[in-house]
């Protein structure tokens, strides 16, 4: 593999996913790579996460994710509740694998960081190598 396939395979050094476990959404994976994110739940639940300001949401804004350092920052809006493994909170830096729920009865999202190197990454690598053209 040369240098420039190698560097086209890399992911930014700390990617950062919220994983939905429960809801509508559920086995689904949002990749965060961006500044500021903007998370609404529709009425059945159904999470949506888009870059702030990108485009307007229909639903009612619950949450920002805000990037800081090599993570980022949830901060609740508009009365809507947050919790962070099991905790109400207001805003919070996120932490590996913490357990987020919107809303009182709203989905359950795990947050992960990816960082270079990390076994996800790897395996990422290693399997588009295994792909041969018919």
């Known amino acids: 593999m040369t240098e420039k396939e190698n560097s086209a395979n890399t992911v930014d050094s700390a990617t950062a996913s919220l994983d939905i476990l429960t809801g509508p959404a559920r086995g689904t994976v949002s990749w965060l ?3 500021a994110f903007e998370v609404s739940l529709n009425d059945a639940d159904m999470i949506r996460i888009a870059e702030a300001g990108s485009e307007p949401l229909q639903d009612g804004i619950v949450a920002r994710l805000s990037r800081c350092s090599d993570g ?4 609740a809006r508009a009365q809507n509740p ?15 694998r913490d357990l987020i729920e919107f809303g009182d009865t709203g989905p359950l999202s795990r947050y ?9 990454h790897l395996e990422m690598r290693l399997s588009s190598w295994d792909i041969r053209p018919e």
Not at 72 to 75: A, G, L, R
């Open 72 to 75: 980022y920052e949830i901060e």
């Open 33 to 35: 790579s961006g500044n």
């Open 112 to 120: 992960r960081i990816h960082r270079q190197g990390d076994r996800l």
């Open 82 to 96: 947050l919790w962070i493994n099991g905790e109400r909170v207001e805003s919070r830096q996120l932490q590996q």
